[in-house]
């Protein structure tokens, strides 16, 4: 059994690390599991074996192997992890937009797909994963991985003012502020507001707002029937019913009803039947 340790980033990172996470222990089944989409981007490194077997929306469900450790952009669409090859690992989760300083490229070029973190740091990635290999304590490990993020950090590639009081926005309440509300406020076009926020979070501002909101509903969906959808679509601030069913099957390709059936304890992994 897998178990699961949490660490909170330092002062210096927290505006852009949500957390640290460390995986430990051994394989269970089912060995493969939808990944439902969030909105954040994530970095994994694998402790335990040399390679990561991930399946994103960008190839069509054929898996992808990934020597050592890999980054993932912000998902629309859900991905399949093969979790036998995720026992042991080391992951970053980043706030909404609090990758973009540390990469090379837009956040919008890593969208609904996976890269090897060699593709992104170079050969230090491979000097990255043999440090934490070499650690003895998973608080060591934690503080390498800061290292390395505070040194690759460019502040200048930091969230735009603009795209910082956006999230805020969108994340402030359940239904946040309306797109067009906050576009005025910054007093930007849309388009030009659009281009800043996917660059810097991968994702449009709209797209964002329907994974915060399908994100809430899951959160709010009772472990067990009877479920009621279609008061619990409407607390969510969507339309109806069919607006809510259409929005859980373009983020998890499945009915809220078999989605009920088949998730596992941690409500952004289903099991694979």
Not at 1 to 14: E, G, I, K, T
Not at 199 to 217: D, H, I, N, S, Y
Not at 236 to 259: E, K, L
Request: some cysteine.
């Amino acid at each position: 059994m897998a178990v699961s340790s949490r660490f909170l980033p330092s002062p210096l990172l927290a505006a852009y690390v949500e957390a640290f996470s460390i995986s430990e222990g051994e394989a269970e089944l089912p060995t493969r599991e939808r990944c439902l989409p969030n909105g954040r981007m994530a970095m994994v490194i694998n402790l335990g074996h040399d390679t990561l077997a991930v399946s994103t929306p960008r190839h069509g469900g054929q898996f992808e192997s990934f020597h050592g450790g890999v980054l993932h952009g912000a998902f629309s669409q859900v991905a399949v992890i093969d979790t036998a090859t995720l026992v042991n690992t080391i992951s970053v989760c980043f706030k909404p937009g609090g990758a973009r300083p540390f990469l090379p490229m837009p956040a919008a070029e890593l969208t609904n797909q996976a890269v090897d973190l060699s593709h992104v740091f170079g050969p230090a990635a491979l000097e990255l994963r043999e440090c934490l290999l070499r650690a003895q304590a998973n608080a060591d490990r934690v503080q390498i991985l800061e290292r390395f993020l505070l040194g690759r950090i460019a502040w200048e590639q930091t969230r735009p003012s603009a795209v910082t009081f956006a999230l805020a926005s969108f994340q402030a309440e359940l239904k946040g502020r309306p797109i067009s509300e906050v576009t005025a406020h910054l007093g930007v076009s849309p388009k030009r507001f659009i281009s800043l926020f996917e660059e810097a979070v991968g994702l449009t501002p709209k797209v964002f707002c329907r994974l915060q909101r399908f994100q809430e509903a899951l959160r709010r969906t009772p472990k067990r029937p009877p479920v009621q959808w279609t008061d619990l679509a409407l607390s969510c601030g969507y339309f109806d019913q069919a607006h809510f069913i259409h929005d859980f099957q373009a983020f998890t390709g499945m009915s809220p009803s078999v989605y009920l059936a088949q998730r596992s304890e941690h409500h952004n992994h289903v099991p694979l039947p």
